[in-house]
Protein backbone atom coordinates (compact mmCIF):
# COMPACT_ATOMS: atom_id res chain seq x y z
CA UNK A 1 0.00 0.00 0.00
CA UNK A 2 1.30 3.64 -0.55
CA UNK A 3 0.88 6.65 1.73
CA UNK A 4 0.68 10.60 0.75
CA UNK A 5 1.04 13.11 3.54
CA UNK A 6 1.13 16.52 2.57
CA UNK A 7 2.17 19.31 4.66
CA UNK A 8 3.01 23.10 4.80
CA UNK A 9 -0.63 24.05 4.68
CA UNK A 10 -1.41 27.66 6.87
CA UNK A 11 -2.64 30.63 7.17
CA UNK A 12 -0.81 33.78 4.99
CA UNK A 13 -1.70 37.08 3.96
CA UNK A 14 -2.01 38.51 0.27
CA UNK A 15 0.45 38.42 -0.97
CA UNK A 16 2.70 36.21 1.08
CA UNK A 17 4.51 32.93 0.20
CA UNK A 18 4.18 28.70 1.65
CA UNK A 19 5.57 26.24 0.90
CA UNK A 20 3.73 22.67 0.69
CA UNK A 21 5.25 19.36 0.69
CA UNK A 22 3.57 16.16 -0.47
CA UNK A 23 5.71 12.50 0.79
CA UNK A 24 4.81 9.55 -0.72
CA UNK A 25 5.81 6.30 1.65
CA UNK A 26 4.53 2.63 2.05
CA UNK A 27 5.50 -0.27 -0.33
CA UNK A 28 5.91 1.39 -3.49
CA UNK A 29 7.74 -0.19 -6.57
CA UNK A 30 7.85 3.67 -8.84
CA UNK A 31 6.12 6.70 -8.58
CA UNK A 32 5.30 8.10 -12.28
CA UNK A 33 3.76 11.45 -12.25
CA UNK A 34 2.68 13.24 -9.09
CA UNK A 35 0.53 16.32 -9.15
CA UNK A 36 -1.30 18.77 -6.78
CA UNK A 37 -5.15 19.73 -6.28
CA UNK A 38 -6.87 22.04 -4.75
CA UNK A 39 -10.50 22.76 -3.42
CA UNK A 40 -12.52 25.47 -3.04
CA UNK A 41 -15.50 25.82 -0.81
CA UNK A 42 -18.54 24.73 -2.64
CA UNK A 43 -16.50 24.50 -6.47
CA UNK A 44 -14.89 21.30 -7.95
CA UNK A 45 -11.44 19.90 -7.45
CA UNK A 46 -8.95 21.75 -9.93
CA UNK A 47 -5.46 20.93 -10.88
CA UNK A 48 -3.03 23.23 -9.56
CA UNK A 49 0.26 21.93 -11.41
CA UNK A 50 1.79 18.20 -12.19
CA UNK A 51 5.43 16.69 -12.31
CA UNK A 52 6.34 13.56 -13.96
CA UNK A 53 9.40 11.52 -13.03
CA UNK A 54 11.66 13.32 -15.20
CA UNK A 55 10.98 16.87 -14.26
CA UNK A 56 8.68 18.61 -16.48
CA UNK A 57 5.89 20.33 -15.23
CA UNK A 58 2.78 21.75 -16.26
CA UNK A 59 1.22 24.71 -14.82
CA UNK A 60 -2.68 25.83 -14.29
CA UNK A 61 -2.71 29.53 -15.98
CA UNK A 62 -4.19 30.54 -13.01
CA UNK A 63 -0.43 29.99 -10.95
CA UNK A 64 2.07 30.80 -14.11
CA UNK A 65 4.24 32.80 -12.63
CA UNK A 66 3.44 32.30 -9.40
CA UNK A 67 3.43 28.97 -7.99
CA UNK A 68 6.70 26.34 -8.69
CA UNK A 69 6.39 22.61 -8.02
CA UNK A 70 9.61 20.34 -7.65
CA UNK A 71 10.39 17.02 -6.61
CA UNK A 72 13.53 15.32 -4.85
CA UNK A 73 12.52 11.48 -6.36
CA UNK A 74 15.49 9.84 -3.77
CA UNK A 75 12.31 10.79 -0.86
CA UNK A 76 9.37 10.40 -2.91
CA UNK A 77 8.71 13.75 -2.01
CA UNK A 78 6.95 16.75 -4.37
CA UNK A 79 6.94 20.28 -3.11
CA UNK A 80 4.82 23.18 -4.32
CA UNK A 81 6.16 26.80 -3.83
CA UNK A 82 3.55 29.37 -3.64
CA UNK A 83 4.72 32.92 -3.99
CA UNK A 84 2.53 36.34 -4.44
CA UNK A 85 -0.55 34.34 -2.69
CA UNK A 86 -3.84 35.91 -3.19
CA UNK A 87 -7.15 35.69 -1.66
CA UNK A 88 -8.83 33.26 -3.80
CA UNK A 89 -5.97 30.69 -3.45
CA UNK A 90 -8.02 29.91 -0.35
CA UNK A 91 -8.35 26.06 -0.09
CA UNK A 92 -7.83 22.85 0.65
CA UNK A 93 -4.59 21.31 -1.26
CA UNK A 94 -4.28 17.75 -2.11
CA UNK A 95 -1.31 15.43 -3.73
CA UNK A 96 -2.12 13.58 -5.94
CA UNK A 97 1.10 10.54 -6.93
CA UNK A 98 0.34 7.80 -9.27
CA UNK A 99 2.47 5.04 -8.01
CA UNK A 100 3.03 1.44 -8.99
CA UNK A 101 2.84 -0.41 -5.36
CA UNK A 102 5.36 -3.83 -4.98
CA UNK A 103 3.39 -6.96 -6.23
CA UNK A 104 1.04 -4.88 -8.24
CA UNK A 105 0.99 -4.98 -12.02
CA UNK A 106 -0.18 -1.55 -12.45
CA UNK A 107 0.23 1.82 -11.44
CA UNK A 108 -2.93 3.65 -9.52
CA UNK A 109 -3.17 7.08 -8.41
CA UNK A 110 -3.22 7.81 -4.28
CA UNK A 111 -4.46 10.81 -2.46
CA UNK A 112 -3.57 12.87 0.66
CA UNK A 113 -6.37 14.13 2.71
CA UNK A 114 -5.22 17.67 2.26
CA UNK A 115 -3.90 20.37 3.97
CA UNK A 116 -5.75 23.75 4.00
CA UNK A 117 -4.34 27.25 2.56
CA UNK A 118 -5.83 30.26 3.99
CA UNK A 119 -5.55 33.58 2.38
CA UNK A 120 -6.53 36.66 4.30
CA UNK A 121 -5.35 39.64 5.70
Known amino acids: QVQVVESGGGLVQPGGSLRLSCAASGSIFSINAMGWYRQAPGKERELVAD???????NYADFVKGRFTTSRDNAKNTMYLQMNSLKPEDTAVYYCKTRARAWGKLSAADYWGQGTQVTVSS
Open 51 to 57: ITSGGST
